[in-house]
C-alpha cells in the first residue's frame, strides 16, 4: 500500500538520504530540493529506465543534450516571452501570493479574505544576462522546458543523422520555472528534471502517433511499478487545451495531496518548428505561429510522394522526473504487520530502480577474515556493472536489513562463520520482499544476483 501521507515520504526522505531541503542550513530555499546519496541513485536510475526505453530500445529516436541557458531569440520566437506566464493574485489582506487559476472559492488559502487583486500575468522564466554586460540584447533565460533546444537542433540532427520522418530526438535534463506558490514536496517544484521527447511526424499520421505514445508511456509507468489503475488519463478538454495544442493527454497520477500531472502527452502540430523557421511563407504551416525573419535555418522535411517541403508535426510526451520520484516513491512504500507486534516499512522498488543493488555484510566487524572475504565480495559484484553494491561493514545484521528494507535494497548477503570453514564457501541471500533466506555458493553469486535483479 502507497504511503499514506506526503509527510510519511519526506519524513523516510530526510532519515534515509534521498531528498533534503535545499539550503537547510539558512533556512531552507522554497522550491529548491537536493538529492541525498540514495536519492542521485534513484534519479538516474529512473533516467536511465527511460533513456534505455525511449532511445536504445528504439530505432527511430537520436539523443540529445543541450545547454541549459537560452538565447532570448529562441525563447521569444517560442512565445514564452510573451505567454509563459500564470495569473498572480494577491491578499491585500495578509499579502499572501497566489496561483489564480488555484484558488478556491474566491477566498485566500492563507487567511481565508476574499479581498484580493485582480490576477495579472507573471512570467515563470528566469531571466539572466550572458556575458559582463546587463544590456537587453545580452538577455538569455533559463530554459523552462527541454524541448525548445530540441526545435532548435532539428537540422542540425538531421543532417548529422539522415534521418527520415518519423523520428525522435530525446532529451532528459534541468528545466528552471519561477512557480508563484512551490508546493507539496518535489512535486511543483522551482528547478527540476524533465524527459522529453520530441517526435516529428507527417501532418495527418500525428493521431496515430498521438495514440500510440499514450500506450508506449502507461506502459513505461507501469515497468517502473507505477501501476495504469493508478493514472487518469485525462484528454483535456478543447477550451483548457495550451494554445499550441490540437490534443493533450495529462496523466494524472494519484499523488498522497490528490491526482495531479505526471506527464503531458500532446501534440504540438507544427508550431514550434513553424516558429522557429526561416521563410515561413514558403510552407503552408498550420498553427499560428510567431512572424520570424531571424532564423537562419528552414525547419522543413521532403515529402518524396508529393515532391513538397513540408513543416513536421511534433508528438511530446514531456514527464517530469521529480514528480515520477515522487510517484515510485509512493507506490513503493510498504508498512507491514510481521505479527507479534512487529511491523516494517520497506520501499519494494522494481529492481532497477533500487538505489542500492545489493548489500554485503559480514557478521561481525572485529572479525578481520570476515570482513575481508565481505570485501571481496563486494568487489566482485561492483565490476559487474549492475549499479550501487554497499559494503555494509556496521556489526548488526538485523538493524542493517531494516535499514535496507527501508531504502528498498533488493537483496542484502550476509557472510559468516560457516563462510570462511566451508568449501566450497556459501554466503546467506535475503530477499527483501519475502525476507526468506538462501544459502549460496559464493561461486554461484554472480549470477544469482543478477538473475534476482532482473526479475
Ligand atoms: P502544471 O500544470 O502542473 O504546472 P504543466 O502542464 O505546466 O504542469 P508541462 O509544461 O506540460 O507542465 O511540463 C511537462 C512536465 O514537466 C509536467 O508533466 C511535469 O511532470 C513537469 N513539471 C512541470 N512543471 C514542474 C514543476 N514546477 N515542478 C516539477 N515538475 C514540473
Not at 211 to 230: F, H, I, M, S, T
Not at 337 to 366: C, T, Y
Request: glycine share 6%.
Amino acid at each position: 500500500m502507497p504511503a499514506k501521507s506526503m509527510d510519511e515520504l519526506v519524513s523516510l526522505c530526510k532519515r534515509r538520504g534521498f531528498i533534503f531541503q535545499s539550503g537547510d542550513i539558512y533556512g531552507g530555499l522554497k522550491g529548491m530540493y537536493d538529492f541525498g546519496p540514495l536519492g542521485v541513485e534513484l534519479k538516474k536510475n529512473l533516467k536511465d529506465a527511460w533513456w534505455q526505453a525511449m532511445v536504445y530500445e528504439r530505432d527511430d529516436v537520436e539523443g540529445l543534450d543541450s545547454a541549459t541557458i537560452g538565447h532570448r531569440k529562441l525563447f521569444t520566437y517560442s512565445g514564452h516571452v510573451d505567454t509563459f506566464s500564470d495569473p498572480l493574485v494577491d491578499c491585500k489582506d495578509c499579502k499572501n501570493r497566489m496561483r489564480a487559476d488555484h484558488i478556491k472559492d474566491g477566498k485566500c488559502d492563507k487567511c481565508g479574505s476574499t479581498n484580493l487583486t485582480e490576477a495579472r500575468n507573471f512570467n515563470l522564466m528566469f531571466k539572466t544576462h550572458i556575458g559582463p554586460v546587463e544590456s537587453d540584447e545580452n538577455i538569455g533565460y533559463l530554459r523552462p522546458e527541454t524541448a525548445q533546444h530540441i526545435f532548435a537542433n532539428f537540422k542540425n540532427v538531421v543532417d548529422s543523422t539522415a534521418r527520415k520522418i518519423p523520428f525522435g530526438i530525446a532529451q532528459q535534463g534541468k528545466a528552471y520555472r519561477n512557480e508563484i506558490v512551490a508546493r507539496n514536496f518535489v512535486f511543483r517544484v522551482r528547478e527540476f528534471e524533465q524527459m522529453e521527447l520530441e517526435f516529428f511526424v507527417k501532418p495527418g499520421e500525428d493521431e496515430k502517433w498521438h495514440e500510440y505514445w499514450l500506450e508506449e508511456r502507461l506502459n513505461w509507468w507501469a515497468a517502473q511499478g507505477v501501476p495504469r489503475d493508478k493514472i487518469d488519463v485525462e484528454d483535456v478538454a478543447k477550451n483548457d487545451l495550451a494554445h499550441y495544442s490540437k490534443r493533450t493527454f495529462d496523466l494524472h497520477y494519484h499523488y498522497p495531496h490528490g491526482p495531479d500531472e505526471l506527464e503531458g502527452i500532446a501534440n504540438r502540430t507544427d508550431y514550434d518548428l513553424g516558429n522557429h523557421t526561416k521563410a515561413q511563407g514558403e510552407f503552408e504551416i498550420s498553427a499560428k505561429v510567431h512572424a520570424n525573419t531571424e532564423s537562419t535555418t528552414k525547419m522543413a522535411m521532403m515529402d518524396d510522394d508529393a515532391q513538397k517541403w513540408y513543416i513536421p508535426f511534433v508528438i511530446e510526451p514531456s514527464a517530469g522526473v521529480e514528480r515520477g520520484i515522487l510517484a515510485v516513491l509512493n507506490e513503493a512504500y510498504t508498512h507491514e504487520d510481521l505479527g507479534d507486534g512487529k511491523d516494517r516499512i520497506v520501499l519494494k522498488f522494481k529492481p532497477h530502480l533500487s538505489p542500492i543493488k545489493a548489500a554485503v555484510i559480514p557478521l561481525a566487524k572485529n572479525k578481520p577474515e570476515l570482513v575481508a572475504k565481505a570485501q571481496e565480495i563486494k568487489n566482485t559484484l561492483q565490476k559487474l556493472g549492475i549499479g550501487r553494491i554497499l559494503f555494509e561493514n556496521t556489526g548488526n545484521v538485523g538493524k542493517a536489513y531494516r535499514r535496507h528494507d527501508e531504502v528498498g535494497t533488493p537483496l542484502c548477503i550476509t557472510v559468516d562463520f560457516e563462510t570462511l570453514e566451508q568449501s566450497p564457501a556459501s554466503v546467506t541471500v535475503r530477499d527483501r520482499d519475502t525476507m526468506e533466506q538462501e544459502r549460496i555458493l559464493i561461486a554461484d553469486l554472480p549470477a544469482y544476483v543478477v538473475t534476482k535483479l532482473s526479475q
